[in-house]
Structure formats: structure tokens, C-alpha cells
T-cell receptor, first 117, second 113 residues
Framework: AQKITQTQPGMFVQEKEAVTLDCTYDTSDPSYGLFWYKQPSSGEMIFLIYQGSYDQQNATEGRYSLNFQKARKSANLVISASQLGDSAMYFC??????????????FGKGTKLTVNP | DSGVTQTPKHLITATGQRVTLRCSPRSGDLSVYWYQQSLDQGLQFLIH???????AKGNILERFSAQQFPDLHSELNLSSLELGDSALYFC????????????FGSGTRLTVV
């Protein structure tokens, strides 16, 4: 079974500073994908960044980067230069790649990020 | 606009009733996934359809059922509703099995009173 653990229920950061949101995962699948989603108070799920288990380099998307440490099974999200609009829930998710199976996402419990002015 | 359309956005209904949630996937996407988000259970996978066929079931109650139609839209039917069914129900779509791009709809917030 796959499991995602986000140990920080809430995080606070000052505007313009960087913040790291932790995510560890557990899987026996040799291939998998890791995702981060943002959920603002309005409720929609917004895709931020993706990392494949065989990708050699850490993924980056604008101010978002994923610090992927495969041996430690961690996939932390780094947000640089935080903005007030970054205040939201952040979910780490994993998608195993079983042969012939379903590509469902397994989500962590989420981290609530608050950016202070 | 993500391209995935969910209707209705909000739904308030009484216990024991039946409701239908609708999802239109992004153009070209063949896979539709349903997820339930509640305060106590977090985001839980319910069911996955690919091109009209059921591919996988997750923590979906027997009172719940879903289908994907030939035009690829999907419906999630919830019956004999209980207070605990109150949640945000998401639909997500992706191009095909094996692709990693998921796009979520804005969700349907169901309140059972």
C-alpha cells in the first residue's frame, strides 16, 4: 500500500521569504510519480509540480521546486519568495505505476500555509 | 477554468435522499476519477473510469455508484444519504492511463442536513 505523510499541519512564513513543506512517502512500487497541489479557501485543487521517480533532476515550476530525495523517500515542496496569495492548503500526492492498474492519486493530510505580511 | 466542469457547485439535501453529481472532463481526456474530501478522512479516491469502463474502485460505499457515458461525461450517484456523506466531491480527468497529467474540477460541495 502507498502512504503519504505530511507532518506539518500548519506553517507560517513571512511574505517574500522561502518556505519548505515536508512530504515523505512509502511505496514498494519501483516507478511512481509525486505531485503537489494547492487548495485555496475557494476549494479548487490546483496542480503545482510533478516529479517522476526516475527523474534525475529536481522539478521546478516558477517559484515552486521539489526537493526529491529518493533514498529518504521525501519530496519536499519549496516555495521561494512567498506571496500573500500562497496562503492555502498544500497537498502532497503520489501515483504508483502498477502494470495494468489504475493511476489513482494517494494524498497526504495536507499542510495549511499562512503567509504573513 | 481548468477545463473540467462539475455541476452543481453546491448541493444541500436531506438525509435519506438521492443526488447525482455530474462531471465533464477536459476535452480529449478519457479518464475520469472521483474523489471525496471530508474533514476527518481527507482526500479519498472513490472510483476511476477510462473510456466508459470502470478501472478501479477505492473507498466507495455501496450506496454510491458511478458511470461514464459515451460522450465521456461521468455521473456520481449518492443514495440513502447520511450526515457523514457531507463533503467536497472532486472529479479529475487525465488524457489516458499512463499519463501523469491530472486536472481537477472545482468540486461539488454536498451538505446533508
Amino acid at each position: 500500500a502507498q502512504k503519504i505523510t505530511q507532518t506539518q499541519p500548519g506553517m507560517f512564513v513571512q511574505e517574500k521569504e522561502a518556505v519548505t513543506l515536508d512530504c515523505t512517502y512509502d511505496t514498494s512500487d519501483p516507478s511512481y510519480g509525486l505531485f503537489w497541489y494547492k487548495q485555496p479557501s475557494s476549494g479548487e485543487m490546483i496542480f503545482l509540480i510533478y516529479q517522476g521517480s526516475y527523474d534525475q533532476q529536481n522539478a521546478t515550476e516558477g517559484r515552486y521546486s521539489l526537493n526529491f530525495q529518493k533514498a529518504r523517500k521525501s519530496a519536499n515542496l519549496v516555495i521561494s519568495a512567498s506571496q500573500l496569495g500562497d496562503s492555502a492548503m498544500y497537498f502532497c500526492a503520489m501515483r504508483p505505476w502498477p502494470q495494468g492498474g489504475s493511476e489513482k492519486l494517494v494524498f497526504g493530510k495536507g499542510t495549511k500555509l499562512t503567509v504573513n505580511p | 477554468d481548468s477545463g473540467v466542469t462539475q455541476t452543481p457547485k453546491h448541493l444541500i439535501t436531506a438525509t435519506g435522499q438521492r443526488v447525482t453529481l455530474r462531471c465533464s472532463p477536459r476535452s480529449g481526456d478519457l479518464s475520469v476519477y472521483w474523489y471525496q474530501q471530508s474533514l476527518d478522512q481527507g482526500l479519498q479516491f472513490l472510483i476511476h473510469y477510462y473510456n466508459g469502463e470502470e478501472r478501479a474502485k477505492g473507498n466507495i460505499l455501496e450506496r454510491f455508484s458511478a458511470q461514464q457515458f459515451p460522450d465521456l461525461h461521468s455521473e456520481l450517484n449518492l443514495s440513502s444519504l447520511e450526515l457523514g456523506d457531507s463533503a467536497l466531491y472532486f472529479c479529475a480527468s487525465s488524457v489516458a492511463t499512463g499519463g501523469y497529467g491530472y486536472t481537477f474540477g472545482s468540486g461539488t460541495r454536498l451538505t446533508v442536513v
